[in-house]
């Protein structure tokens, strides 16, 4: 599975922005699906991850209530809806693919390539 994300720019606090992840390669359906996130000088951090099916999500606490994870398998994409920005969800946001998902990053094998989100004051 190759991943393609997209969807990241430069938004002032209170905007919103969607990022999607486009997956090639067959059996998409079959692997969960993950966003992750890295800011400047610090470690990569779990953001929201999707089961294979779509039933069940997973969020971060700091994004709960303001970002949606969801999939759409007839496109073979994951999208990450953020709305609230706050200046602290700047970084590049990163989607992954597993048969495991869920919040352990570990468990991902496949990743994209990422998408810079900044977000100004």
């Known amino acids: 599975v190759q991943l393609q994300a997209s969807g990241g720019g430069l938004v002032q606090a209170g905007g919103s922005l969607r990022l999607s992840c486009v997956a090639s390669g067959r059996a998409f359906s079959s692997y969960s699906a993950g966003w992750f996130r890295q800011a400047p000088g610090k470690e990569q951090e779990f953001v929201a991850a999707?089961?294979?099916?779509?039933?069940?999500?997973y969020y971060a606490d700091s994004v709960k209530g303001r970002f949606t994870i969801s999939r759409v398998d007839a496109e073979n994409t994951v999208y990450l809806q953020m709305n609230s920005l706050e200046p602290e969800d700047t970084a590049v946001y990163y989607c992954a693919a597993g048969l495991a998902g869920g919040p352990d990053g570990s468990l991902y094998p496949h990743w994209g390539q990422g998408t810079l989100v900044t977000v100004s004051s």
């Open positions: 999707i089961s294979w099916t779509g039933g069940r999500t």
